[in-house]
């Protein structure tokens, strides 16, 4: 498809061709809602997650609530969905200010068939450079490939000239010596010369100018391999080196997690004599859309800690990428070995194992990975650890990451005890167990919705939730009340 422009005429580009105004936008306003979620569920991901959430809608193969997994789901799509149209709308005003630029300066055309056109065509650029007082001067030229290698050719003195004047030339359907031949004019004038191509026809100018950089592209790798300096693409990078993320998934967040499994909030005794506490799960207040959204703002809370503490820490120090990757990594498995000492209920020497030996087995492992020259982390770990400033700043990510929660868990245990709470108070403190009446009469604020006589079974359940009392001695006791007896 062919494009006329005619230059410094805009009325005739205008009948024979398009505006030349920019459009970087993905979306408008009527498409942007389907448009979207067709590229949300074009992941494989996403279409996995939302079969599960459908399942979750029949209560007869799921005891799960359907919005532990709706919620999260919906949250992510519209989350993503406002970073696209938050996007968007910069990349619309972006396009709206390149749009309403008005071109400064002059552009001038040097064209001809022959010596002669192309000499009056470069006398009258040349003279209006000279002619123009401004500084820098804002006139650029352009110029096709017969006409410059005409121009160079025969009027070689006048052209350099003109290209020294110049602060923008303009150089269509030149070949690939034509390229290096105009490198080789620059350099010639004493200029420093950078020279940026991503096809085999620039492999020439590459080689020609002071410094390369090529780009590996849909043309081939020619240009990337014979410039000084390769960009193979041109995009973020991650905080984190791949062996840590890996790392951080396969091992150091999954063995705490799998290990907490045999933690007991109660033990078999107090559940035995208590048994309508199994309604808390039952019911669904354990796992709902509320205690998601606080471990959600927890994690957002931590993130954000590790984040500016780690960024403040480090500003003034001449640190790598990696180092502060690394920095920040610290942070998460310091703070991810409180949160799931703080959690844990019941310690046993595998768990202390799990907790204590995951974090002494990130420092082995990035401790070897820091030996191996060929790794990307060499020496990283040791330096960081020969530094005050590095344990100050985990003692600074913990403190400010677990004070809040500490001080929240101690108000809620103390001032909003639960049920299951009281329970676990009086097995710590050694005491006896006490009953359902006596935990009544306790002084401490109850939460009204978990009262003795509030705890029925849920509405819309199944009876598959009924084996679970029936196995208790005390299952034959309907009466939840004060007076129970309890063994």
Not at 11 to 26: H, L, Q
Not at 150 to 162: G, M, N, P, S
Not at 341 to 358: K, R, Y
Request: aromatic share 12%; charged share 20%; glycine share 6%.
């Amino acid at each position: 498809m062919k494009r006329f422009v005619y230059i410094n005429d805009d009325e005739a580009s205008k009948e024979v061709s398009c505006d030349n105004r920019i459009s970087n936008t993905k979306y408008t306003l009527w498409n942007f809602l389907p448009k979207n979620l067709w590229e949300q569920f074009s992941r494989f991901m996403n279409q996995y997650f939302l079969l599960i959430a459908c399942l979750q809608l029949w209560s007869l193969i799921t005891p799960v609530n359907p919005a532990s997994t709706w919620g999260p789901l919906i949250f992510i799509f519209a989350v993503s969905a406002s970073k696209e149209a938050w996007d968007d709308y910069h990349r619309f005003l972006s396009d709206k200010i390149a749009n309403e630029k008005q071109p400064k300066g002059q552009l001038l055309l040097i064209d001809g068939k022959s010596e002669e056109d192309v000499s009056r065509s470069l006398e009258r650029v040349l003279l209006t450079m000279r002619n123009t007082t401004s500084e820098p001067k804002d006139v650029a030229f352009v110029i096709d490939g017969w006409a410059l290698e005409i121009a160079v050719k025969h009027h070689r003195k006048d052209f350099v000239e003109l290209a020294i004047l110049s602060r923008t030339a303009i150089c269509c359907r030149v070949t690939p010596s034509q390229k290096a031949q105009l490198v080789e004019i620059l350099k010639s004038c004493d200029y420093r010369t950078l020279a940026i191509g991503d096809g085999g026809n620039d492999v020439r100018m590459i080689q020609q100018a002071d410094i390369g950089v090529g780009i590996s592209g849909r043309e081939g790798l020619q240009a990337a391999r014979a410039a000084d300096y390769s960009i193979g693409r041109v995009s973020g990078t991650s905080l984190f080196n791949s062996v840590s993320l890996m790392a951080y998934n396969v091992f150091y967040t999954s063995v705490p997690v799998l290990v907490s499994v045999i933690d007991k909030d109660l033990s078999e005794t107090s559940v035995m004599q208590h048994p309508q506490i199994l309604f808390y799960c039952q019911a669904g207040r354990l796992l709902n859309p509320s205690t998601f959204a606080g471990w959600f703002g927890r994690s957002l809370f931590h993130a954000i800690v590790v984040f500016v503490i780690t960024i403040h820490a480090y500003a003034n120090e001449k640190s790598e990428m990696e180092e502060l990757g690394m920095v920040a990594l610290s942070g998460c498995i310091w703070l991810q070995a409180f949160v799931v000492a703080q959690e844990t209920n019941s310690f046993t020497v595998l768990q202390h194992l799990s907790i204590w030996g995951n974090l002494v087995g990130f420092y082995v492992i990035n401790f070897l990975f820091s030996a191996i020259p060929s790794s990307g982390m060499y020496t990283i770990m040791f330096r960081l650890c020969s530094q005050p400033s590095y344990w100050i700043t985990m003692f600074l990510i913990v403190g400010a990451g677990m004070g809040p929660i500490f001080a929240l868990k101690y108000y809620r245990y103390t001032y909003r005890p639960s049920k299951i709470n009281i329970l676990q108070q009086a097995e710590r403190t050694g005491g006896p167990i006490v009953t359902i009446g006596n935990i009544e009469t306790q002084p401490r604020t109850m939460e009204k919705e978990v009262s003795p006589l509030s705890i029925t079974q849920p509405k819309n359940r199944s009876p598959v939730y009924e084996p679970l009392l029936s196995e208790s001695p005390n299952a034959t006791r309907r009466s939840f009340g004060p007076g129970t007896p309890t063994s």
